[in-house]
T-cell receptor
Framework: GNSVTQMEGPVTLSEEAFLTINCTYT??????LFWYVQYPGEGLQLLLK?????DKGSNKGFEATYRKETTSFHLEKGSVQVSDSAVYFC???????????FGTGTSLTVIP | NAGVTQTPKFRILKIGQSMTLQCTQD?????MYWYRQDPGMGLKLIYY???????DKGEVPNGYNVSRSTTEDFPLRLELAAPSQTSVYFC????????????????FGPGTRLTVL
């Protein structure tokens, strides 16, 4: 079956620190992979995505590379800001596009 | 362009009561979804719809019903509320084409926080 496992939080970092949030997946076929971000009191917003092996998604300084050999899609940012404080969800969609599977979310707090 | 809107924002129900969570999108998206998010958990798909008149079950459909009479609206019905249905409910939509790989982005509403006592 399909599933997503991401590192548990919460994660607390100082401003300008390097961020990595690990995500691994199990899937049949060739899924697309996503990172969504949820700010307090809001719905999820797409942060970045990748649709095939070795693709790199990037947005707002965040990056993630689709690694088929390790079934991973780790999220990275070189220098975090206070405004990056949010919950981050890794997700995959099955090849039909009908169903999405989300990880449990990782809460990030960035302190000045 | 309001995107995906959900009403109400908050609701408290007693056990056994029923209610409908409303969801509307104005982006002419063909696919719509209902998720629930429990504390410390990821989102679980309840139901989805690939177009008006077509719905299908997700991972956790028990205790819920949906309908899709128009492209814009996708209400979620709870018939006999139970404490296990206390959760935050998110509606989402996407424009999905049937290709070999899915690249479609889901757009989420702000959520409805439901408590069943």
């Amino acid at each position: 079956g399909n599933s997503v496992t991401q590192m548990e939080g919460p994660v607390t970092l100082s401003e300008e620190a390097f961020l990595t949030i690990n995500c691994t997946y199990t899937a049949t076929g060739y899924p697309s992979l996503f990172w969504y971000v949820q700010y307090p009191g809001e719905g999820l917003q797409l942060l970045l995505k990748a649709t095939k092996a070795d693709d790199k998604g990037s947005n707002k300084g965040f990056e993630a590379t689709y690694r088929k050999e390790t079934t991973s899609f780790h999220l990275e940012k070189g220098s975090v800001q206070v405004s990056d404080s949010a919950v981050y969800f890794c997700a995959l969609s099955d090849p039909t596009g009908n169903q999405f599977y989300f990880g449990t979310g990782t809460s990030l707090t960035v302190i000045p | 362009n309001a995107g995906v809107t959900q009403t109400p924002k908050f609701r408290i129900l007693k056990i056994g009561q029923s209610m409908t969570l409303q969801c509307t999108q104005d982006m002419n998206h063909n696919y719509m979804y209902w998720y629930r998010q429990d504390p410390g958990m990821g989102l679980k798909l309840i139901y989805y719809s690939v177009g008006a008149g077509i719905t299908d079950k997700g991972e956790v459909p028990n205790g819920y019903n949906v309908s899709r009479s128009t492209t814009e609206d996708f209400p979620l019905r709870l018939e006999l509320a139970a404490p296990s249905q206390t959760s935050v409910y998110f509606c989402a939509s996407s424009y999905t084409t049937r290709t070999a790989t899915s690249t479609d982005t889901q757009y989420f509403g702000p959520g409805t926080r439901l408590t069943v006592l």
